[in-house]
């Protein structure tokens, strides 16, 4: 993800769409790392 994600900051919004198993196990754990 860190590839096709900006790095975090005050200014940045991630939006993501898809099922919600693949947001809640996959795509939020992630972004939360990433900061």
Known sequence: ???HVPL???DT???ACGPPP???FAVQPNLEKMG
Do not use: D, P, V, Y
Request: aromatic content about 0%; cysteine-free; overall charge negative.
């Open 13 to 15: 919004l991630a939006l």
């Open 1 to 3: 993800m860190r590839e």
């Open 22 to 24: 693949m947001i809640q």
């Open 8 to 10: 975090a900051s005050e």
